[in-house]
């Protein structure tokens, strides 16, 4: 389980509640929480807003959580930039 989905129900909120208020696609948040999407650090920071958490604590410690580790998507976020 992500820390995103572990945030989302410890504070008791559905997937339909907080894409709402992260403005992101409910499809979107549900391919994030079970692995098969890699949120940009514009996504997490939504995240992190909408669920009142450091963005940091919505990374996931294990390598495989979301399939890419948060190094992996920094990288990403920083050619997609050039």
């Given at each position: 389980m992500t820390?995103?989905?572990?945030a989302r129900l410890a504070q008791g909120v559905n997937q339909i509640q907080l894409a709402e208020k992260a403005e992101i696609a409910?499809?979107?948040?549900s391919e994030i929480e079970t692995g098969k999407a890699i949120p940009s650090i514009?996504?997490?920071r939504r995240l992190s807003k909408a669920?009142?958490?450091?963005m940091t604590e919505l990374f996931d410690d294990e390598p495989n959580a979301n399939k890419k580790s948060y190094r992996e998507v920094i990288k990403c976020q920083k050619l997609k930039s050039r």
């Open positions: 820390k995103i989905k572990k409910q499809a979107y948040l514009h996504v997490y669920l009142d958490v450091p």
